[in-house]
């Protein structure tokens, strides 16, 4: 079941990452190769930290070919999918619930502490796409756009991480921290929330 | 012969990586850096990848050294490296060549399947020069230029998992494959070949 | 007591991460990101690199915790940290000083050769610089600014493999490889010490 979860959080930001390309008018091979690492970026970064090597990106065959599928759509019909699929941003989010649960049940599963699995979650859910943007030559949204998106990703790996402390296994805590970061990070765009600048620092 | 072909890749790297410090007016230290990078960088996270730790380069002296002698012969001979070998883009075919025939053997070597051996092969032959781009805070060469770059290294890694299917193993079919990318990534240059936009996308 | 030496170094490393995000203005999420990766980078590249996974910074509580701790108090008083603690790059250069060393020492621990234990510790000691700057979507400062900054890394660390092959271990050697090292930094600052151009490149 985590399975299927982690090839559906695979597809959303594979299509995310594609669609930055061809905003970005990459050619297909540029698209591909935003569309592999945006998916598979967060969950390689994961596995190495735990060593668990090689990643299952590079063991799972449906985890390569599915990116390369999200590229086919993108480069096809990417009009559709931007209008068909909605904003982007909501994909993303659905995806960044989805591997900040999978990703600290993982780490916890290797044995990592509760407080490290936890930040191995968030590292798995936003690293796809830092690497995503550090290859485009931008600062990552991360740090700069003030949106939240770290701390959705934080509220769900804590949630999973307290899951599981509490001996709640399987299909349902996973859904469930899931949903908490992607409804958080959703309200937070809904709402225009923002993380708080240092005392004294103005907007800019 | 694998290890002596690897040096030779090497090396040639390490010079475009040089080069590409003095183009940018770095110092010896950037120089070197670049150096090593570009040379050494798709093969350590190809090691890294397939949990071959401590990765080639941190325990072999010839992986560290042959660098640091390229950045030599760039910081005293630059004008005439640029001048004898002719466009630095032949090199890095070259080498580009090479790497990705090496790093599938070692991929496969590793017990990767062949489409994942394949895969990686690829990001070996181009880790190092996105990791030199992304240290110049450039977009990466392989993302936006539309040349042909992932293409040829994908050919190569390809051929050489075909090799290593049918158990033909050793130095004609790694040269092969080699010769098979580099003879395709300087065609493609010659010729201007470009890969698709998205259906739709207009020139730049 | 390398324990300590290696927490006031990621101090040291996570207040100059954290008063970087004030200075971009990031908000309190971006300033903990890299106060982070100033600070652990160096050493996660380090031990993924040697196989030793998970890195510390995954198993050990005060390595997530020191950083958080250097972001709240860069959040709430970053003038009279800028003001009283002195220009940040003293504090830069103590944090180089102590990561090459401790670093020289781990990967010696590990097996490496003193050449590329030295190599390693480089990597320890400016790995979390270029990571930020990587974030931050600058070219690294290691590469341009033509600043001592690599070098007296490279001489810490050469230090300390140099008492490590004499067998001389412990705190007195790690301590004197780190002054040393901060000593040249702090010098090649003071007198604007530079590394030389390749030949026949002029000053920018």
């Known amino acids: 079941m985590t399975g299927l979860l982690d090839l559906a959080g695979i597809f959303v930001f594979a ?13 297909v091979v540029g698209m591909a ?8 970026g967060g ?6 930290v735990i060593g668990a090597t090689p990643p299952v990106a590079f063991t799972n ?14 480069f096809f019909w990417h009009p559709r999918v931007e209008r068909v699929l909605g904003p982007i941003m909501v994909f993303d989010a659905a995806g960044l619930g ?23 979650g968030v590292i798995t859910a936003v690293g796809g796409g830092v690497l995503r943007d550090i290859l485009s030559a931008e600062i990552p949204a991360l740090l700069y ?8 990703a934080l509220l769900g790996s ?12 399987g299909f349902i805590p996973t859904l469930t921290a899931a949903v908490l ?7 937070a765009m809904r709402y225009g929330w923002r993380a708080p600048l240092a005392r004294g620092v103005s907007e800019r």
Chains 1, 2, 3 share one sequence.
């Open 181 to 187: 970061a992607f409804t958080f990070r959703i309200l």
């Open 43 to 48: 969950g390689i970064l994961r596995d190495v």
């Open 15 to 27: 299509i995310s990452g594609a669609l930055a390309g061809v905003r970005r008018r990459l050619d």
């Open 98 to 120: 989805l591997f900040c649960a999978v990703g600290t049940q993982k780490a916890l599963d290797a044995g990592l502490s509760p407080v490290h699995a936890t930040l191995l």
């Open 158 to 169: 804590t949630a999973m991480a307290i899951a599981y402390v509490l001996d709640s296994h």
């Open 61 to 74: 065959m449906g985890y390569v070919l599915v990116p390369l599928a999200a590229t086919v759509i993108a």
């Open 33 to 40: 190769v935003l569309a592999e690492i945006t998916a598979l």
């Open 145 to 152: 756009d003030r949106q939240l998106y770290a701390l959705p």
